[in-house]
């Protein structure tokens, strides 16, 4: 397991390294008292830390995928580039595209992957991961500590399949790392090269965590998106109720309400995180006791039945 320990002294470490740099280089993101609302200016490079050690602490497990490498790193730097010069909606969906094509057919994935069905499923899991797992990075230690959670459930339900643990590890090692600097008052967000860095690990990682038998045990295994899907729904539930545009930024998130609410930014944290560890644990369960098509659709109803009782409790309140 010194992939695992090396993993988290990088990104530790480049973490360091990147709140230096990041203010020479003009990345720096400043509260505004609206859409950013944190306390204080931080550096939005937390993936170059992440994505360095994920790769690095593969490869000293001996399991280093030049295909991930490839994918990855398109989005590295497409988040890099939107962080610094924001790029259009139709620029940024067809790069995530792109990449995920590259993933589909130039990694090692054990599940099927390289058919059209294989192919159009990786795409859609890399574009839907990406654009929820940015959204969810707007607090400290947030999108994070969630990812870090969904990692080790990664690991979790590998080891469930009897299939390699390793991966999981070394993922939320790394997000571990990147939490050193990103917990409340944070001097580091992921930013968009983060964001998308860690959408495509997760996405990765669902395929590995599967046998190659079909993509039902891929989906099923998706469902560890869990608190990243549940509020990129409410979010654009809320903003077709309000008549607003689904794809321009506003309150509607649920920590965005739970802090309205009062919840200190910790707390909003940690809810996620142990929200995410009850999915997860879901994901284990129904994939154990029941055969993929049932465990997706129960997992299908859960999904629904979180949304709804966050309906209900007001979070998809037209605003």
Do not use: C
């Not at 545009?245 to 930014?265: I, N």
């Not at 910790?266 to 049932?294: H, K, Y």
């Amino acid at each position: 397991m010194g992939g695992v320990a090396l993993a988290l002294l990088l990104s530790a470490f480049i973490g360091a390294a990147m709140i230096r740099l990041g203010p020479v280089l003009g990345f720096v993101d400043r509260p505004d008292g609206h859409l950013k609302s944190h306390d204080q200016p931080a550096v939005p490079l937390g993936g170059i830390g992440i994505f360095i050690a994920v790769h690095a602490g593969m490869a000293l497990e001996g399991e280093f995928d030049p295909g991930l490498l490839i994918a990855s790193g398109i989005l590295l730097i497409l988040g890099l580039v939107d962080d610094r010069y924001p790029l259009s909606s139709v620029l940024r969906l067809v790069i995530e595209a792109g990449a995920g094509v590259v993933l589909a057919l130039g990694a090692d994935l054990p599940s099927e992957s390289g058919g059209v069905v294989g192919v159009g499923l990786v795409v859609l899991l890399v574009v839907v991961a990406v654009n929820a797992v940015n959204l969810l990075d707007g607090l400290d230690a947030l999108a994070g500590s969630s990812a870090m959670v969904a990692a080790l459930g990664l690991s979790l339900l590998a080891a469930s399949r009897d299939l390699g643990i390793v991966y999981g590890l070394v993922l939320a090692a790394g997000l571990a790392g990147f939490l050193v600097w990103n917990w409340p008052r944070a001097r580091m967000f992921l930013g968009d090269n983060g964001a998308y860095s860690v959408a495509i690990f997760l996405v990765y990682g669902f395929f590995i965590a599967s046998p190659p038998a079909s993509e039902l045990p891929v989906l099923v295994a998706s469902g560890l998106l869990g608190v990243f899907a549940v509020d990129l729904a409410v979010t654009l539930i809320r903003r077709r109720l309000s008549g607003r545009p689904l794809f321009e930024g506003d309150r509607s998130h649920v920590y965005d309400q739970l802090r309205d609410r009062g919840m200190p930014v910790a707390q909003v944290a940690l809810t996620f995180a142990g929200g995410e560890a009850v999915i997860a644990g879901l994901v284990v369960i129904v994939d154990v006791l029941a055969p993929p098509l049932l465990a997706l659709a129960l997992l299908a109803v859960a999904f629904a039945g979180v949304v709804f009782a966050l309906g209900r409790a007001g979070f998809l309140s037209r605003a």
